[in-house]
Nanobody, 126 residues
Framework: QLRPVESGGGLVQPGGSLRLSCSASTFAFDSYSIGWFRQVPGKEREGVACISSSDGSTSYVDSVKGRFTISRDNAKNTVYLQMNTLKPEDTAVYYC???????????????????WGRGTRVTVSP
């Protein structure tokens, strides 16, 4: 089964940093575009960042621009989400998802992603 695995979540104070990882042991990430999404109880899952498989282009939701960075290391079959200057409103369960094919991240949408991880929880609190 193609299921990415997230790690790196935890509790951090406002202004702090975390790095999330998304990896897979059953398929090669280099042919997949990867998206990071987050969800809080009672709200819809929202897209956070996306990195394309074709040219490595990236896209971010406005609320994280300048604070979060998505990157990939195909040799390690891992995609990272570096999160800096974290705010309480960043608290959520973060999911990574994979899209196989020539996918443009410019208007990435959760319904375009086929394979989902189980999530990692991020809590930003004093």
């Amino acid at each position: 089964q193609l299921r990415p695995v997230e790690s790196g979540g935890g509790l951090v104070q406002p202004g702090g940093s975390l790095r999330l990882s998304c990896s897979a042991s059953t398929f090669a990430f280099d042919s997949y575009s990867i998206g990071w999404f987050r969800q809080v109880p009672g709200k819809e899952r929202e897209g956070v960042a996306c990195i394309s498989s074709s040219d490595g282009s990236t896209s971010y939701v406005d609320s994280v621009k300048g604070r979060f960075t998505i990157s990939r290391d195909n040799a390690k079959n891992t995609v990272y989400l570096q999160m800096n200057t974290l705010k309480p409103e960043d608290t959520a369960v973060y999911y990574c998802a994979a899209n196989q094919g020539d996918y443009s991240c410019s208007d990435f949408d959760l319904f375009d992603f086929d394979y989902w991880g189980r999530g990692t929880r991020v809590t930003v609190s004093p």
